[in-house]
Structure formats: C-alpha cells, structure tokens
C-alpha cells in the first residue's frame, strides 16, 4: 500500500514537473499572438515608431530593450508611466501577454514576426 501510494505521488510529481514551466510561461495562442503583433505595431508604432525606432516614444528595438529588465519592461506595457504619454495596457492584454510581447521585443519583434 505505501509502495502504492508512494508510487503515486511519483507520477503526479513528474507530471507536474512537466506541466509547471508550460504555465509558468504559456505563449498566448497562434491567434491571439497575431491580434498582439498587430496590436503592437499599430497602436505602439504610432508612439515608438513603426519601425520601432523611436517617435513620441523611445525606441522599442532589441538593441534599446535587451539589457532592460524584462519585468520593469513588462510593468510599463502594463501600468504605463504616469507623467508621460505612455498610457497603461492593462485593459488590453493580460499580464502573461505584456510578458510575451517584451519577450519577443527583446529578441528583435521585427525580424520573427513579419
Ligand atoms: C501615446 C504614445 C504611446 C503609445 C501609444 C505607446 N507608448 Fe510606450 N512609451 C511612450 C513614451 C512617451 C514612453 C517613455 C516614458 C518615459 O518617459 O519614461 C514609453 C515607454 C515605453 C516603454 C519603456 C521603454 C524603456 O526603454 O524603458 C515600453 C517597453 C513601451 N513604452 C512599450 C509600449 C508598448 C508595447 C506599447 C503598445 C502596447 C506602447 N508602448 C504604446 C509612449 C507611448
């Protein structure tokens, strides 16, 4: 019985070892990626530029976002900053999304997602 149980354990402890990263960091949905891609380079392109190199707002690039801390990145998309014309996104993508989309900013938006 406690080989049993122990064996149990087992499995669910490996099947969540597989499934924890996948939630940690689920990538949105084939579609809703599409919709954020253009989100972004509608609505941020009429800030940042639509190449991304700066407007109103600074530059979005890989080479400006790289060494930027993925979680402040990741609050700014979300809350905006008050005092300047970055305006929050929180009504618009969830927290998980605004993580995807300073991902694949840092990694260069442009270049995997035409
Ligand atoms: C109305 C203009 C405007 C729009 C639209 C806009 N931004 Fe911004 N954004 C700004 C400004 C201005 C700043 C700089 C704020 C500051 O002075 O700290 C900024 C800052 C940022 C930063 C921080 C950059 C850094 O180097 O720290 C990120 C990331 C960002 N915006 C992403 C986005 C994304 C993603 C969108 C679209 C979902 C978006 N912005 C839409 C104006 C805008």
């Known amino acids: 019985m406690r080989a049993r149980i122990t064996n149990i354990l087992a499995t669910f402890a ?3 070892a597989v ?3 996948v939630c940690a960091k689920a990538d949105p949905s084939a579609e809703r990626q599409r919709e954020l891609v253009n989100l972004v380079r509608q609505d941020c392109g ?3 530029g639509m190449t991304f190199r700066g407007g109103l707002g600074p530059p979005l690039t ?3 976002l790289r ?3 993925a979680d402040t990145l990741t609050a700014t ?3 905006g900053r008050p005092g300047t014309p970055m305006p929050p996104w929180r009504q618009f993508v969830s927290e ?3 993580g995807w989309i300073v991902d694949r900013l840092q990694k260069g938006f442009l270049d995997d997602a035409r």
């Open 14 to 16: 490996a099947s969540l």
């Open 19 to 21: 499934v924890a990263p």
């Open 46 to 48: 009429s800030c940042h």
């Open 62 to 64: 890989s080479e400006a």
């Open 67 to 69: 060494e930027k801390p």
């Open 77 to 79: 998309i979300l809350n």
């Open 96 to 98: 998980a999304e605004a």
